[in-house]
């Protein structure tokens, strides 16, 4: 690309849902400065740079649910948004087996320089649009959208959907119900779990609130193209809608 990317992009912030939606691995984009962080073009489509099907599962979840969005702006590989900035994932030097030359070594401002621009105005956006909540005394769901590879490490993985989730089960429980009434089998903390020692936003955003949270993980081979993404949408926010206070009300 000729210009850079904006740090996030925000969707119907006006939105009426009690649903908040995030997409910290929305993009593959890297600013024009790095240099494609030394990759080719082929690397920066593998889901090292991104996860590939969640941008498009966000939008449609929120046109769907008339949900506030915040997606991310930028390549996992220049800074992973959800990451505590300590983590040495935060802006990694291998990934899956991938050297990436342009975070070899990284001095300290670089370092700083990448959180400044990408990092903080990302969860900045975030939390601008909770807190707004907050002030309505509107208490939010927050519901991080992301997507995981078929198989990791000649591991197969065989649920098209997963919810992750600490130790706050109040909305993982009864969506695990609802969505097996739909697909079989889901994933529950697999293949991954949300852990606050390396994961950022739902612990910064939802769980220091106290308010409902969840992790979904779409296989990306069933999100890949655009009408899978609206289907996948279509069928989460069926659930949904038997969880949440008045969710029905979310499927126009």
Request: proline fraction near 8%.
């Amino acid at each position: 690309m000729t210009e850079d990317p904006a740090p996030f992009r925000v969707l119907r912030p006006e939105g009426s849902s009690l649903v908040v939606l995030v997409c910290d691995h929305a993009s593959n984009d890297i600013p024009v400065a790095l240099y494609n962080l030394g990759l080719p073009a082929s690397e920066l489509a593998r889901h090292i740079a991104w996860d590939i099907g969640a941008a498009g599962v966000t939008e449609a979840l929120s046109e769907i649910l008339d949900a506030p969005a915040i997606l991310s702006g930028v390549s996992r590989l220049v800074i992973d948004c959800n990451r505590q900035l300590g983590s040495p994932g935060l802006i990694p030097e291998v990934s899956d087996g991938t050297p990436v030359p342009g975070n070899m070594h990284l001095a300290d401002a670089a370092r700083a320089k990448r959180i400044e621009s990408w990092f903080a105005p990302y969860h900045d956006a975030i939390e601008r649009a909770l807190a707004e909540r907050e002030v309505r005394g509107v208490e939010s769901i927050l519901i991080s959208i992301h997507s995981m590879t078929p198989s990791l490490g000649g591991q197969s993985r065989p649920w098209k959907i997963a919810l992750s989730s600490h130790l706050d089960r109040r909305l993982a429980d009864p969506m695990l119900a609802a969505l097996r009434l739909l697909e079989d089998p889901v994933g529950d903390n697999e293949p991954y779990a949300v852990d606050p020692a390396v994961d950022y936003t739902t612990p910064v955003h939802a769980m220091r609130r106290g308010w409902q949270h969840l992790q979904v993980e779409f296989r990306q081979d069933e999100v890949a193209a655009p009408d899978a993404q609206r289907r996948w949408a279509q069928r989460f926010a069926q659930a949904l809608a038997v969880v949440v206070p008045a969710g029905k009300s979310f499927l126009r």
